[in-house]
């Protein structure tokens, strides 16, 4: 089935500065990277997510790469802001497993 | 508001005894998820239901059942056979299809006192 590895587990950045999270996957079927993000006693929201037939997507400060050969993909925010301190999840599917594997998450923390 | 809605928000459960989580969603999905959530690590699949009357196990479904009798509904019950319940328990919805969007009720949290 699929595995995925996402990097760093914690990360903690200056307001104002970029922070960039990494998921490697396994299967090289998976075609579907969307990203969550979750605050504290709350669910995952959905923040951003990816087919690939794209290599790229932004939406305002947050962005998305894809990587199909090296099989990674990323999620990048600018301009951090207090309020983007939260735990970030990336996920893959549609390879061999059909619904959705989630990386273990990222402990994102800006600092004013 | 569209929506999923998840209760209790705390649940405590003796040894020995199953708890029912509820999941109710006005979304208009077909395809509902449960999955637990423990710390420090990912989301792992429980059971998931693409239509009424079905489901499916996912990764750990040993120790829960779940029943899909209504297209707005997918309780989860963690029966006395789950030898570690205590997480943080989410359901989730989505249409039907390749790679839908799945959008998230806001968890119940599972302790046995």
């Known amino acids: 089935g699929e595995n995925v590895e996402q990097h760093p587990s914690t990360l903690s950045v200056q307001e104002g500065d970029s922070a960039v999270i990494k998921c490697t996957y396994s299967?090289?079927?998976?075609?579907?990277f969307p990203w969550y993000k979750q605050e504290l006693g709350k669910g995952p929201q959905l923040i951003i997510d990816?087919?690939?037939?794209?290599g790229e997507k932004k939406d305002q400060r947050i962005a998305v790469t894809l990587n199909k050969t090296a099989k990674h993909f990323s999620l990048h925010i600018t301009e951090t802001q207090p309020e983007d301190s939260a735990v970030y999840f990336c996920?893959?599917?549609?390879?061999?497993?059909?619904?959705?594997?989630f990386g273990s998450g990222t402990q994102l923390t800006v600092l004013p | 508001d569209g929506g999923i809605t998840q209760s209790p928000k705390y649940l405590f459960r003796k040894e020995g005894q199953n708890v029912t989580l509820s999941c109710e969603q006005n979304?208009?999905?077909?395809?509902m998820y449960w999955y637990r959530q423990d710390p420090g690590q990912g989301l792992r699949l429980i059971y998931y239901?693409?239509?009424?009357?079905?489901?499916q196990k996912g990764d750990i479904a040993e120790g829960y059942s779940v029943s899909r009798e209504k297209k707005e509904s997918f309780p989860l019950t963690v029966t006395s056979a789950q030898k570690n319940p205590t997480a943080f328990y989410l359901c989730?919805?989505?249409?039907?299809?390749?790679?839908?969007?799945?959008?998230f009720g806001d968890g119940t949290r599972l302790s046995i006192l």
């Open positions: 989730a919805s989505s249409m039907v299809g390749t790679n839908q969007p799945q959008h």
């Open positions: 299967d090289s079927a998976s075609n579907y």
């Open positions: 990816i087919r690939s037939n794209v």
């Open positions: 996920a893959a599917s549609g390879g061999s497993a059909r619904q959705l594997t």
């Open positions: 979304l208009n999905h077909d395809a």
């Open positions: 239901s693409q239509i009424v009357n079905d489901f």
